[in-house]
T-cell receptor, first 112, second 112 residues
């Protein structure tokens, strides 16, 4: 069983919809939680970073972590066609970002 | 802005060939990483380096080796390419205590 499971998708929504992207994990030692966005034929780029449980908001994006349930989510409000990409959750135990464990990614398409 | 450059974006190689993938970063980061990304398997760490001439195996090092002779440059070597190594390869860099890693744009390798 994988340490990190991500809702597989793909997901297709109309412009303006609220999108929820989700991951579950099994290792309670994970302390840091990240969301990366990856456009087609590009490398991933960091979108949101959260330490421990709680919510973090950045514009139209909200990252939510529930450590008791081992569940993290990324919400996108007022989704735009430019949000069409693959979203990867990632998490790590310590401070070295490169030793993150990644989910498989969810591909989102926002239709105009 | 951090720049991580993977010089070869698209390569086609024959089975048994030796393949070099080069990665150069301009941010003086201590850590450099090589991942491969495959549909359904997500992002998997092959090798990483935390200093010049230092390296550690990741989750899937078999069939690969690496070289880091200078801080800014990290090479991935496929000694004898096989069709199972057809994949997208991503280089990344980060600081020792950084919360994120920065990815290159990826190298698409096809082994025929």
């Amino acid at each position: 069983q994988k340490e990190v499971e991500q809702d597989p998708g793909p997901l297709s929504v109309p412009e303006g919809a609220i999108v929820s992207l989700n991951c579950t994990y099994s290792n309670s030692a994970f302390q840091y939680f990240m969301w990366y966005r990856q456009y087609s034929r590009k490398g991933p780029e960091l979108l949101m970073y959260t330490y421990s449980s709680g919510n973090k908001e950045d514009g139209r994006f909200t990252a939510q972590v529930d450590k008791s349930s081992k569940y993290i989510s990324l919400f996108i409000r007022d989704s735009q066609p430019s949000d069409s990409a693959t979203y990867l959750c990632a998490m790590k135990k310590g401070t070295n970002a490169g030793k993150s464990t990644f989910g498989d990614g969810t591909t989102l398409t926002v239709k105009p | 802005d951090v720049k991580v450059t993977q010089s070869s974006r698209y390569l086609v190689k024959r089975t048994g060939e030796k393949v070099f993938l080069e990665c150069v970063q301009d941010m003086d980061h201590e850590n450099m990483f090589w991942y491969r990304q495959d549909p359904g398997l997500g992002l998997r760490l092959i090798y990483f380096s935390y200093d010049v001439k230092m390296k550690e195996k990741g989750d899937i090092p078999e069939g690969y080796s690496v070289s880091r002779e200078k801080k800014e440059r990290f090479s991935l070597i496929l000694e004898s390419a096989s069709t199972s190594q057809t994949s997208m390869y991503l280089c990344a860099t980060g600081r020792n205590s950084g919360n994120t890693i920065y990815f290159g744009e990826g190298s698409w390798l096809t082994v025929v």
